[in-house]
C-alpha cells in the first residue's frame, strides 16, 4: 500500500510538472503572438494568421482575400487562401489548392497568377468563393532548368504585358562555379535565356520563352523584387548583389569589404537596359559600377562598367530585397501615396560578422524617382538585435501586397505568418 501511494505521488508530480511546463509554453506562445512590430506612430499591426507555410510573395483580391505563395509545399499544396469573415482582421478560413510550389502571385484582369520555378499560370474565380476553379490555365513555360536564383517573379503594366524576372543560375558567370581565383566566362553565354527580365502577353496561352519571350531587360542577377509603378509608368526592380568577393578573392578584398560589398541596387528598367551583372557590380563607397574580379579588376577599375546603367538608389549588401511595392492607397498619410515598400529578407553573405536585412523600408517617389532616402518602416521581425545567421531570425519578411481598404500586407517565410499593418490618426 505504502508502495502504491509513493508511485501515486509521483505520477501526480509527473502530471503537475507536465501541465506546469506545457502552460509555460502556451503563455510564452501567447506572448509572442501578440507582440507588436515597431513602426512610424500611428501604424499598428495585427496577425492575419500564423503558420502557414513558408511563406513568399503575397496577393489581396479586391473583396480583401488573401492569397500566399509558399516555397514548399504544404498539405500537398503550393497555395493558401484566407479570408476574413468578421473583419477584425485575422483569417477566419484558411484552404489550401495548386499543385506546385512559387515565388510570383497577383491579381490581374480578374485571375490569380502564379509563377512556379518553370512555369507561369492563372486561376479564374466563379462568383465570390475563396478557392478558384482547379483548372488552371498555363500562360508561359520554356524556362531553362537551373540550381540557383529559380524563382519566378511578376507584375504587369496596362497594355497588355507581363514581366518575368528569370535570375542568373550562378554567382557571377564563373568558369568554375563558386571556386577561388576562378575566371569569369566573357561573354557569358547565361545572358542569353538567364540575368533578366523577359515579356511575355498577359492573356495568351501556350507561351514559350525562347518562342514567344522578349529580352526586356539584361545584366540583373536576380531580381526577386519586382513592380510596375502606374504613376509613373515604369518597371522596377531590386537586385540581390553577388556574393563571396574576399572569399574567392582575397589578394584584393579584405573581410570588412567582402561583407559591404557590393550594395543590393534598385533599378529602374527601360526596355533595352543593361545593369552589368556579371562583369560588373556597384560599390556604394566609390558611388560607381567597377569590374568584377573575374574579369580583370581591382575593385578600382570601371573598364566596360562606364557603360552600363547605374541604381537609382542603393541599400546595404547582402540585405536581400525580396519584393516591392509601390503604394498607391489612400489609408496612409499623404507623403507614402505612390512610395515604394520594399520587404529586405536578410541574407547569409556577411558571415562572419553581423547579418543586414529583416525589415521593410519606405522610398518617398515624385514622379519616376525617389524623392529622399530610405527609412526603415517596419521592424521588429528577427525577434533580437543582432542576428549572425538566418536561421537565428524568428521572421523574415518576403512578399508585400496592398489591400482594397489601402492596408499594406507582409509576410513571412521563416514561420508562415502574415501582417496587415493598418493607420490611425
Same mark, same amino acid.
Given at each position: 500500500?505504502?508502495?502504491?501511494?509513493?508511485?501515486?505521488?509521483?505520477?501526480?508530480?509527473?502530471?503537475?510538472?507536465?501541465?506546469?511546463?506545457?502552460?509555460?509554453?502556451?503563455?510564452?506562445?501567447?506572448?509572442? $503572438?501578440?507582440?507588436?512590430?515597431?513602426?512610424?506612430?500611428?501604424?499598428?499591426?495585427?496577425?492575419?494568421?500564423?503558420?502557414?507555410?513558408?511563406?513568399? #510573395? &503575397?496577393? +489581396?483580391?479586391?473583396?480583401?482575400?488573401?492569397?500566399?505563395?509558399?516555397?514548399?509545399?504544404?498539405?500537398?499544396?503550393?497555395?493558401?487562401?484566407?479570408?476574413?469573415?468578421?473583419?477584425?482582421?485575422?483569417? %477566419?478560413?484558411?484552404?489550401?489548392?495548386?499543385?506546385?510550389?512559387?515565388?510570383?502571385?497577383?491579381?490581374?484582369?480578374?485571375?490569380?497568377?502564379?509563377?512556379? $520555378?518553370?512555369? +507561369?499560370?492563372?486561376?479564374?474565380?466563379?462568383?465570390?468563393?475563396?478557392?478558384? $476553379?482547379?483548372?488552371?490555365?498555363?500562360?508561359?513555360? =520554356?524556362?531553362?532548368?537551373?540550381?540557383?536564383?529559380?524563382?519566378?517573379?511578376?507584375?504587369?503594366?496596362?497594355?497588355?504585358?507581363?514581366?518575368?524576372?528569370?535570375?542568373?543560375?550562378?554567382?557571377?558567370?564563373?568558369?568554375?562555379?563558386?571556386?577561388?581565383?576562378?575566371?569569369?566566362?566573357?561573354?557569358?553565354?547565361?545572358?542569353?535565356? #538567364?540575368?533578366?527580365?523577359? !515579356?511575355?502577353?498577359? %492573356?495568351?496561352?501556350?507561351?514559350?520563352?525562347?518562342?514567344?519571350?522578349?529580352?526586356?531587360?539584361?545584366?540583373?542577377?536576380?531580381?526577386?523584387? &519586382?513592380?510596375?509603378?502606374?504613376?509613373?509608368?515604369?518597371?522596377?526592380?531590386?537586385?540581390?548583389?553577388?556574393?563571396?568577393?574576399?572569399?574567392?578573392?582575397?589578394?584584393?578584398?579584405?573581410? %570588412?569589404?567582402? +561583407?559591404?560589398?557590393?550594395?543590393?541596387?534598385?533599378?529602374?528598367?527601360?526596355? =533595352?537596359?543593361?545593369?552589368?551583372?556579371?562583369?560588373?557590380?556597384?560599390?556604394?563607397?566609390?558611388?560607381?559600377?567597377?569590374?568584377?574580379?573575374?574579369?580583370?579588376? %581591382?575593385?578600382?577599375?570601371?573598364?566596360?562598367?562606364?557603360?552600363?546603367?547605374?541604381?537609382?538608389?542603393?541599400?546595404?549588401?547582402?540585405?536581400?530585397?525580396?519584393?516591392?511595392?509601390?503604394?498607391? =492607397?489612400?489609408?496612409?498619410?499623404?507623403?507614402?501615396?505612390?512610395?515604394?515598400?520594399?520587404?529586405? #529578407? =536578410?541574407? *547569409?553573405?556577411?558571415?562572419?560578422?553581423?547579418?543586414?536585412?529583416?525589415?521593410?523600408?519606405?522610398?518617398?517617389?515624385?514622379?519616376?524617382?525617389?524623392?529622399?532616402?530610405?527609412?526603415?518602416?517596419?521592424?521588429?521581425?528577427?525577434?533580437?538585435?543582432?542576428?549572425?545567421?538566418? #536561421?537565428?531570425?524568428?521572421? !523574415?519578411?518576403?512578399?508585400?501586397?496592398?489591400?482594397?481598404?489601402?492596408?499594406?500586407?507582409?509576410?513571412?517565410?521563416?514561420?508562415?505568418?502574415? *501582417?496587415?499593418?493598418?493607420?490611425?490618426?
Amino acid at each position: 500500500m505504502k508502495a502504491q501511494n509513493v508511485i501515486s505521488g509521483i505520477f501526480i508530480f509527473l502530471l503537475m510538472l507536465l501541465t506546469t511546463c506545457s502552460t509555460r509554453e502556451n503563455k510564452t506562445s501567447q506572448t509572442n $503572438d501578440s507582440e507588436e512590430l515597431s513602426l512610424p506612430d500611428g501604424f499598428t499591426s495585427i496577425v492575419v494568421a500564423d503558420s502557414l507555410g513558408r511563406g513568399r #510573395h &503575397l496577393a +489581396v483580391r479586391n473583396n480583401g482575400d488573401v492569397y500566399l505563395a509558399l516555397r514548399e509545399l504544404k498539405n500537398n499544396h503550393g497555395i493558401v487562401a484566407l479570408r476574413d469573415n468578421n473583419e477584425d482582421g485575422t483569417a %477566419d478560413e484558411i484552404e489550401y489548392f495548386g499543385s506546385y510550389p512559387g515565388t510570383g502571385i497577383a491579381f490581374h484582369k480578374g485571375f490569380l497568377y502564379f509563377a512556379s $520555378d518553370k512555369e +507561369v499560370m492563372r486561376y479564374e474565380f466563379s462568383k465570390e468563393d475563396l478557392l478558384p $476553379d482547379q483548372n488552371r490555365e498555363l500562360i508561359i513555360a =520554356g524556362f531553362p532548368d537551373q540550381n540557383q536564383h529559380t524563382a519566378k517573379t511578376i507584375t504587369f503594366d496596362g497594355t497588355g504585358n507581363i514581366y518575368v524576372n528569370i535570375g542568373a543560375p550562378s554567382n557571377a558567370c564563373m568558369e568554375q562555379t563558386r571556386i577561388a581565383g576562378s575566371k569569369g566566362m566573357y561573354p557569358c553565354p547565361q545572358l542569353k535565356r #538567364h540575368a533578366g527580365i523577359w !515579356r511575355f502577353k498577359d %492573356d495568351v496561352p501556350d507561351q514559350d520563352q525562347v518562342r514567344d519571350g522578349y529580352r526586356y531587360a539584361t545584366g540583373i542577377r536576380n531580381a526577386v523584387a &519586382l513592380d510596375w509603378n502606374f504613376n509613373s509608368d515604369h518597371l522596377y526592380a531590386v537586385q540581390h548583389g553577388r556574393d563571396q568577393l574576399s572569399q574567392f578573392f582575397p589578394e584584393i578584398y579584405n573581410e %570588412d569589404a567582402g +561583407v559591404n560589398l557590393p550594395a543590393e541596387e534598385l533599378f529602374l528598367v527601360n526596355d =533595352g537596359s543593361d545593369f552589368g551583372w556579371p562583369y560588373c557590380y556597384y560599390d556604394p563607397f566609390l558611388k560607381k559600377k567597377v569590374l568584377g574580379p573575374e574579369y580583370g579588376g %581591382d575593385g578600382k577599375t570601371t573598364g566596360e562598367c562606364e557603360n552600363k546603367e547605374d541604381p537609382i538608389m542603393f541599400f546595404p549588401a547582402h540585405a536581400a530585397p525580396n519584393d516591392i511595392l509601390f503604394y498607391t =492607397g489612400n489609408q496612409f498619410p499623404e507623403r507614402y501615396k505612390n512610395g515604394a515598400f520594399i520587404a529586405f #529578407h =536578410g541574407s *547569409w553573405n556577411r558571415a562572419p560578422q553581423e547579418q543586414e536585412g529583416y525589415y521593410v523600408v519606405f522610398i518617398p517617389f515624385k514622379g519616376a524617382f525617389p524623392s529622399g532616402d530610405w527609412e526603415v518602416f517596419a521592424d521588429g521581425f528577427a525577434g533580437k538585435e543582432v542576428v549572425m545567421q538566418p #536561421h537565428d531570425a524568428r521572421y !523574415r519578411p518576403m512578399g508585400l501586397a496592398e489591400g482594397p481598404d489601402g492596408s499594406l500586407y507582409i509576410s513571412d517565410s521563416q514561420a508562415g505568418r502574415i *501582417w496587415k499593418i493598418t493607420y490611425n490618426e
